[in-house]
Structures are given as structure tokens and as C-alpha cells.
């Protein structure tokens, strides 16, 4: 805080002298927090101990033995979950803050030791036999649990990340940057579903007030592979992979991401939502001109790509005064 | 020098003072709304995200109108008209952003940044044209460095001085590849940019003083000294252990983030360099030993700040961290979603080259 702003400003008779001596105290006894450095050191520890472990596992499988690995796998993890019981603040539907900064990363090295003690089940004694699917499923149900019992976000969304795995679909975030890996018509109706699956949990989480801070992740994964499972829907029926032969669907995925990105917009707006509103503008924005270049690649003229240049200024001109228009309709944003 | 108008710079220093005081109820609404009505700011500077998208498509307006110049000059065009056409574009782009400050006070609006970066892209691509792609690399680098400079002057911008940081130490190294000269260089450009007391330009200091920190280390790092110079100096080992921890001391005595940052970051670089000279454990022993470490460091000093000491607190000061957790929430479900990913038969997902790029994949 800059003390001479407000000497400055009491000097101009803008301020109280109760107000005045408020703003010294506070700005003698102001404290510099290693809060995020402390979090970023925590989070780095998480990861390098969970990975470590991982490979200390896998080299040493044949020298310590499976049972002795398991147990002590097992142990940390019970641990952890523990340490979570012991220290968790009561259940309610509400926003829940965490206890200590430690509970939070507890909890995720928790899971992922879950997580790895149950894969490694199955890799050693194939204790699932064939169902592999359940193998993922167990977890999925553990994380999805610790997630809303101890409220934490990121747990909820490696729920979320698993369960696209158990269908299938790989959406961690950089994989969704990379245009979602959605190589068959198969994958991407199954992200398109999943996406429009994970939004509806967003609105029931609101609609009923269960945990409705959670809508947000909710909301992001779901906006996001949708869209991007229309996009790769209208971009793979050139290559070839149309959802039946013969048949170009093209123009039916993009009437599914008009429909999508006019409830996106829609929620947008409720949600005062700056974020969604740009992510939903560009997608619309990729895709129309996709339609829009398919268009003029069947004139097959010189003109047309004159066109084609003048259409990207123009829209480009339009959508940014949309998008000022829009800032100025949004008052009070939210992320 | 600035192009933005220091009056409501000031301004928009006090308003946002004012609301950050008025968070931390320290002073009345009334006195809040009074001080904002007697300090109106007219810039432009629309919400974060609405920025992003204007920057983007910003850039998509003048590399069309490029592309359209070009298609229209593309018969019995040369490398020279072509470079004249970016010089063109890049002073259009350069009046435009001029125009859009001094007209419409737009500051930080995304069309503005954007302008200015293309200008400079244009300018800079302009030179390597009438180079033929020459041996010029210094001429660039000077290219830069004055570009950035005068960008980094004129409209405070922090990639602008990030460039022009580059471009001099690009220079030095160009002349000479001793680590002496720059790390000499660096330490003179952080003492410098300490002593920048102009407020209108504190995040450039900012800048200048992480990239001139950053590049004392690497110059001195014996793992660098030994690939860019091909011998090994002993002496480098010092300047590689102890400077880390020199930043961190700074950092924590006079309480300053930028040395603090930068030596946590460092002592990182540190344990690398010295594990790929002297290998005392394998890899996962030394991951999980280090994550221990690591994770009992933190606890222990969470526990230690929980009620402050000596300035220090493991606690949040600012409350408004909804964006963070959001994003934290991201890096987790990226960093440990390999985690025991099951083998399953039929599904291998190889990296799509779906086009999520954009509307480029139209061509």
C-alpha cells in the first residue's frame, strides 16, 4: 500500500482522521506472505514424491516384493486419508475453506496414491481379471467422493479427467489445446456427449445448491470439450471419417455448436462471465469461418480468395465490437 | 516520453489504491466514492478476458490486411517491395496505436499492445528482408534493442523491455562469450534498475530486475560457462551454489519477492547442474528424497508463520483468490492425470492433429 497516495489524499480533505490512522496502522503492521511460495514449494514436493515413488516401484518390483510395496503404498495412503479425517472442518453443501494449507496437497497425495495402489493392483495380480474399466472406475468413485467431501477442486477435476479416460477421451488440458486427440467419429460423439454430460452436472450443481462453487470447473471442462468435439466433428468429415459413408455431417456439427454456443452465451451473461464469453466467441468465431471458407473453396476463383481475406477483416472488426459492446452490457465480472 | 496521459495514470493509481483500501475496510464507502468522483479516469481498459480476445483478433485485422496487400503486389513483387510493405505496415500499425491512446485513451485495451507488437514484428521482419538473410545478426539484435527501448519509453510496455533486455545481452555475448562481462553487464542492470524510482515505469524495473537476475546466475552457472566456453573452471562451482542462495538471503532480509523468487527458482537450477556433474543417488531416490524434503520445508514453515514473525506469514493477504484456485485446479489435473492411466486395449490416443489451432486448418 502507498502510504504517500493517502497522505496526498487526506491532505485534500478526502479522508477521515479515523480512516487516516486506519490506513498508518495498516501500513506499519503489514506483513510480506510467503503464502504461494510456500504452496508452490508444497505442490512441487506433491509431485516430485508421487513420481518418484512411481519409479522407485517400478524398478525395485523384483527386489522388494509386491506384498511389501503394496502395504506400504497402502499405508501412506491411509495415512493421508487420515490426516484428511482428523483435520476436515464439517460437511455441509456449501463452500467449505480448508483447514490448513497443508490439508489441501494431503488430500491429493492421498488420492494419487490411491490411484497408484490400485493400477498397481491390477498390473501385478490382475485382481479385476479383464474388467479394466473397473480398475479406473474404483478411482474415479474415490476421487469423486474426496472431492466433495473434503471440498477441493482439484481433486474434482482429476475426477473429471478420469472419467473422460474411462470413456476414452484424453482431456487433460493440453491435450484439449491440442485439438482433444478426437481422431474417430466414435471419440468424438463420445466427447460430445461427455461435454454436454459434465455441463448438466454444472447446472444441477446450481440448480439445487449442492456444492454450487464447483460449477466453474464443472462448466469449463464441459464448455470445452464440447466444442472442441463439434469443432473436430466438422474438420475430421474432410478427412474423411463422416459418421456415415458418403454422407458429408459437417453442417450438422455446426448446428450442434450454434445450439451450444447460444446457451453458452446465454449462461454467460447470467454467470457475468468475461471468460466464457471469449472462449465461446472464438469458437464460434473458428468455426463460422470454417463454413464460411469451405463456402468459397467451391467458387474456385481468384476472387474468392480476395474474399476470403476481406471476410477475416471484417469479421475480425465485427466481433471485437462485440465484444466492447458486451463489456460494457457485463458490470461486476466474475471469473 | 509516455504516450499515456500521467494525469489519469495517477488517477487510476489512487482509484485502485482506494478500492483495495476500501476491501480492506480501511476506509468509509462514502470516502471511497468520494475520492473516485474526484479522480474520474477516461482510459479505455476493458475487462481482462475482453482484452485477450481484442489483442487476438487485433492481430488477426493487420496479418490479413497484410496478406491481402501481398496477394495484390504478388506479381513482379521482390524481396525489397515486399520488406517496404512490412516497413509500411509496421508504421501504419505504430500511428494506429498513437491514434487509438491520444484519441480514444485506450491503456491496455488489447488493440493498443497488439499494434505495437505488430509494429515491431513488421519492422524487425523488414530488416531480415533487405538483408537477404545475411549474416546481420547483431544488425537484428540492434534492431531490437532500440525498438524495445524506445517501445519499453514510450509506452511502458513490458515485452517491449524484455526484447530490448535480450537484445543487449544477445549483443555482449556476440562480442565477446565471457562469463565475466556478462555477469558484470547483469549486475549493472539490476543495481540500475533498483534505482529506477519512476513509478510509471516500476513494471519495467520489474522486468529488467528478474531477466538481469536471472542471467547474472546463467552466466556464471558452471554447467553454462563449460558448454557455451568448452573449459572447465573450477572457480564457476562458486558462482553456482552461492548465488542462489545469496538472492535468497536478500530476499528474505529485505524482504523483496523478485530476489526471493528468483532464488527459489535458482536453487532449483543449482541442484540440476550440481546432479549432472556429481550423481549421488538415482533419479527416483533423489525425487523422492527431495519431495520429502520439500514437502517437510514447507509444513514446517507453515507452521512456524502461522502467526507472524518478524513481517513474515504462511497466511493469504489478499483475499481475492478465486482465479488462482481455478487455475491450480488446472496444473493439477494436467501434471498428475498420467498417474496410474490404466493399459487398455483399442484405445490409443496419438496427438490428434484435429486442427484446434484455427481457422487455418481451412487451407
Known amino acids: 500500500m502507498n502510504i504517500h497516495l493517502f497522505d496526498k489524499l487526506q491532505r485534500a480533505g478526502h479522508l477521515s482522521p479515523g480512516s487516516a490512522d486506519k490506513l498508518q496502522n495498516a501500513a506499519a503492521t503489514r506483513l510480506f506472505s510467503l503464502h504461494w511460495e510456500l504452496k508452490t514449494i508444497l505442490y512441487l514436493g506433491v509431485l516430485l514424491l508421487s513420481g518418484g515413488l512411481g519409479i522407485l516401484v517400478y524398478k525395485n518390483i523384483d527386489t522388494i516384493g509386491h506384498q511389501v510395496i503394496l502395504v506400504a503404498i497402502a499405508a501412506a495412503c491411509a495415512g493421508c486419508f487420515y490426516y484428511c479425517y482428523r483435520h476436515k472442518k464439517p460437511f455441509t453443501w456449501e463452500k467449505v475453506s480448508s483447514p490448513t494449507p497443508f490439508f489441501d496437497y494431503i488430500l491429493l497425495l492421498g488420492c494419487l496414491l490411491f490411484i497408484t495402489f490400485i493400477t498397481y493392483l491390477q498390473g501385478t495380480y490382475t485382481v479385476f481379471a479383464n474388467h479394466y474399466g473397473t480398475a479406473v472406475f474404483i478411482p474415479l468413485v474415490v476421487l469423486l467422493f474426496s472431492a466433495y467431501y473434503f471440498d477441493h477442486i482439484g481433486v474434482l477435476s482429476l475426477a473429471i479427467t478420469n472419467f473422460a479416460a474411462w470413456l476414452g477421451v484424453n482431456i487433460s488440458p493440453y491435450a484439449l489445446m491440442g485439438g482433444l486427440s478426437l481422431n474417430d467419429s466414435h471419440l468424438i460423439r463420445t466427447g460430445a456427449l461427455l461435454g454436454v454430460g459434465v455441463c448438466l452436472a454444472d447446472f444441477l450443481s446450481n440448480h439445487f445448491h449442492k456444492k454450487a462453487h464447483f460449477g466453474f470447473t464443472y462448466r469449463n471442462f464441459g464448455t470445452h470439450i464440447f466444442l472442441i468435439a463439434c469443432l473436430a466433428g466438422m474438420f475430421s468429415s474432410d478427412f474423411g471419417f463422416t459418421i456415415s459413408e458418403g454422407i458429408n455431417y459437417y453442417f450438422v456439427w455446426f448446428i450442434l455448436l450454434a445450439a451450444g454456443c447460444c446457451w453458452c452465451f446465454r449462461d454467460a451473461f447470467k454467470h457475468r462471465s468475461f471468460y466464457f464469453l471469449l472462449i465461446v466467441s472464438l469458437y464460434a468465431y473458428v468455426a463460422v469461418s470454417y463454413v464460411i471458407i469451405r463456402l468459397l473453396i467451391l467458387v474456385d476463383d481468384i476472387g474468392a480468395v480476395y474474399t476470403g481475406f476481406l471476410y477475416f477483416i471484417a469479421s475480425a472488426i465485427g466481433l471485437i465490437v462485440f465484444l466492447v459492446k458486451a463489456n460494457k452490457k457485463i458490470k461486476h465480472a466474475s471469473l | ?363
Open chain 2, 1 to 363: 516520453m509516455l504516450a499515456y496521459n500521467k494525469t489519469q495514470l495517477d488517477h487510476l493509481e489512487v482509484v485502485a489504491a482506494t478500492e483495495q483500501a476500501f476491501k480492506q475496510q480501511l476506509i468509509t464507502a462514502e470516502e471511497k466514492d468520494a475520492i473516485i468522483a474526484a479522480h474520474p479516469v477516461a482510459f479505455y481498459t476493458p475487462n481482462f478476458f475482453v482484452r485477450l480476445g481484442i489483442f487476438i483478433l487485433t492481430a488477426i485485422i493487420v496479418g490479413f490486411s497484410l496478406g491481402l496487400f501481398t496477394l495484390m503486389m504478388v506479381h513482379g513483387g521482390s524481396d525489397n517491395a515486399f520488406g517496404g510493405l512490412l516497413v509500411f505496415f509496421g508504421v501504419i500499425s505504430y500511428v494506429g496505436a498513437e491514434l487509438l491512446i491520444r484519441e480514444k485513451h485506450h491503456y491496455k485495451s488489447g488493440a493498443d499492445d497488439a499494434l505495437i507488437y505488430c509494429s515491431g514484428i513488421c519492422i524487425v521482419s523488414a530488416f531480415i528482408m533487405f538483408n537477404h538473410g545475411g549474416d546481420s545478426e547483431r544488425g537484428i539484435a540492434v534492431i531490437v534493442t532500440m525498438l524495445g527501448a524506445y517501445f519499453s519509453l514510450r509506452f511502458a510496455d513490458m515485452l517491449a523491455t524484455a526484447a530490448a533486455f535480450a537484445g543487449v545481452i544477445f549483443l555482449l555475448f556476440s562480442f565477446s562469450s565471457s562469463p565475466w562481462l556478462i555477469m558484470a553487464a547483469s549486475l549493472g542492470i539490476y543495481l540500475a534498475a533498483c534505482n529506477l524510482k519512476n513509478k510509471y515505469y516500476e513494471n519495467n524495473a520489474m522486468v529488467l530486475q528478474s531477466l538481469s537476475l536471472l542471467t547474472l546466475y546463467a552466466a556464471g552457472n558452471y554447467f553454462i560457462v563449460r558448454e557455451v566456453t568448452e573449459q572447465s573452471q573450477q572457480i564457476f562451482w562458486v558462482s553456482t551454489v552461492l548465488i542462489p542462495l545469496v538472492y535468497l538471503f536478500f530476499g528474505i532480509y529485505r524482504k523483496n519477492r523478485t530476489l526471493l523468487r528468483s532464488g527459489l527458482v535458482l536453487v532449483a537450477a543449482m541442484v540440476f547442474t550440481i546432479r549432472y556433474y556429481h550423481s549421488i543417488a538415482p533419479l527416483e531416490v533423489a525425487m523422492t528424497l527431495a519431495g520429502v524434503a520439500m514437502i517437510l520445508i514447507a509444513y514446517i514453515l507453515i507452521r512456524y508463520l502461522k502467526t507472524p514473525k518478524n513481517g513474515f506469514t504462511s497466511e493469504e493477504v489478499d483475499e481475492d483468490q478465486a482465479a488462482a484456485v481455478q487455475l491450480e485446479s488446472l496444473i493439477i489435473a494436467q501434471t498428475f492425470n498420467k498417474v496410474g492411466a490404466p493399459p487398455k486395449d483399442g484405445f490409443e490416443f496419438g496427438g490428434g492433429d484435429g486442427g484446434g489451432g484455427g481457422a487455418s486448418g481451412g487451407y
